[in-house]
Antibody, heavy 122, light 110 residues
Framework: EVQLAESGGGLVQPGGSLRLSCGAS????????MTWVRQAPGKGLEWVSG????????YYADSVKGRFTVSRDNSKNTLYLQMNSLRVEDTAVYYC???????????????WGQGSLVSVSS | QSVLTQPPSASGTPGQTVTISCSGS????????VHWYQQLPGAAPKLLIY???QRPSGVPDRFSGSKSGTSASLAISGLRSEDEADYSC???????????FGGGTRLTVL
């Protein structure tokens, strides 16, 4: 059974940093692209970042480019999102999701985690 | 402001058919597959339709998707109370080089 579990969310002050993790199980992790999607309170889904199965290709939304870094450790079946220079508008539930192919953008999001809440406030 | 445009709300009575639209452009819906996600209250999103009109295993055939030009639609027939949820479309955008989501449509079953 495919399972994705986010962790690392919490309350942080503006300008601070946080690292989210997404542990994966039930599939061959390195064979799949992974993505981060966020949802601000009461708002719709916003794609944040994606990474290929090998980890050699990454993509970012303009809203986070230069501040967030996506990475993965295929030996640990774990996806990461390093978030720096956090802003109030980054407050959201962050979901990790899987694309059923190794390359970003050619699939769809077939499995999702339950999400991790990040609150940016002074 | 989403580049994929959806109506913010839709409603119907049990048994009716409801259609939700998703409008884009030639760099996304016009040349790429459209996918739909369902998000029940308090839950994570779930894949509902992929590659315009394909249903994952376990999704009832009451849900169907279509695409024409730069627009796509999700149809829900035989509406049931448990269909009350947010529905979002998504597509890759070749110009932007990343995924796009629609703003989401909240479906109310009256």
């Amino acid at each position: 059974e495919v399972q994705l579990a986010e962790s690392g969310g919490g309350l942080v002050q503006p300008g601070g940093s946080l690292r989210l993790s997404c542990g994966a199980s039930g599939f061959s992790f390195s064979g799949y692209a992974m993505t981060w999607v966020r949802q601000a309170p009461g708002k719709g889904l916003e794609w944040v970042s994606g990474i290929s199965g090998s980890g050699d290709t990454t993509y970012y939304a303009d809203s986070v480019k230069g501040r967030f870094t996506v990475s993965r450790d295929n030996s640990k079946n774990t996806l990461y999102l390093q978030m720096n220079s956090l802003r109030v508008e980054d407050t959201a539930v962050y979901y990790c999701a899987r694309e059923p192919i190794p390359a970003v953008g050619f699939g769809y999001f077939d499995f999702w985690g339950q999400g991790s809440l990040v609150s940016v406030s002074s | 402001q989403s580049v994929l445009t959806q109506p913010p709300s839709a409603s119907g009575t049990p048994g009716q058919t409801v259609t939700i639209s998703c409008s884009g452009s030639s760099s996304n819906i016009g040349t790429k597959f459209v996918h739909w996600y369902q998000q029940l209250p308090g839950a994570a999103p779930k894949l509902l339709i992929y590659r315009n009109n394909q249903r994952p295993s376990g999704v009832p055939d009451r849900f169907s998707g279509s695409k024409s030009g730069t627009s796509a639609s999700l149809a829900i027939s035989g509406l049931r109370s448990e269909d009350e949820a947010d529905y979002s479309c998504a597509a890759w955008d070749d110009n932007l080089g990343h995924w796009l989501f629609g703003g989401g449509t909240r479906l109310t079953v009256l």
